[in-house]
């Protein structure tokens, strides 16, 4: 009988040389990024997902490649204690970053705040304002893919981005206007012509300044 996918797990080990050390800082750095417990230095697990599996596979064959080893391991947990542990263990990590980005929402409102008490409406302000929310939507994004039990900060982490742009969004507005050219104004005496008599046209008339000769 097969277990539920979050009851599976990739254990992945990986033994580089000690004259392997940029190869090593990749594997680190690409298993962080999956999201990776460890349990010991080369040692950890991951839950079996699809996308998880393939990304292993092409790190794995990577490290045979360039003369590393390493193994993969489709387990199961037999214990639900110890898959409520395994699982709680992702679910701390992320939610440690989900609070990072929390952390940094803050300052981007204070300055938003703090320019307009000085009048400071730019849309100089905006641009810059939007490199921070970019970099913090960079980083939830990067949470969320390794997200695979829904830690608890997720949702207010998403909540906190999202009324941060809605903050940049009505700043933008402010800058807008403030910065808009004024219309042009229309030049002296145009009102004027515009609703003065028109001329005639067409034979018969009479041509101003130009001598009519009897009998034309």
Do not use: N
């Amino acid at each position: 009988m097969s277990l539920p996918h979050e009851e599976r797990w990739l254990l992945v080990t990986v033994s580089l040389s000690a004259g392997q050390a940029s190869l090593r800082v990749h594997v680190w750095r690409r298993l962080r990024s999956l999201g990776a417990v460890y349990l010991q230095s080369s040692v950890c697990l991951l839950p079996d997902r699809a996308e998880v599996l393939r990304e292993v596979r092409r790190l794995l064959d990577r490290v045979h490649r360039e003369g590393g080893a390493g193994r993969l391991l489709r387990i199961a947990l037999a214990e639900p204690g110890e898959a409520d542990w395994l699982r709680a263990e992702f679910s701390k990590a992320r939610d440690a970053e989900y609070a990072e980005v929390l952390e940094r929402l803050p300052a981007l409102s204070a300055e938003l705040a703090s320019e307009r008490a000085k009048g400071r409406v730019t849309y100089a302000e905006v641009e810059e304002s939007e490199a921070d929310l970019d970099r913090s939507r960079s980083w939830l994004a990067k949470i969320e893919r390794r997200d695979y039990f829904c830690a608890p900060l997720g949702d207010q982490a998403r909540a906190a981005v999202s009324a941060a742009a809605a903050e940049l969004a009505a700043f933008e507005e402010e800058a807008l206007a403030a910065e808009a050219p004024a219309p042009l104004a229309s030049p002296p005496g145009a009102a004027a012509e515009a609703g003065g008599p028109s001329r005639p046209s067409g034979g018969g008339g009479v041509t101003a300044g130009i001598p009519q000769k009897p009998g034309s």
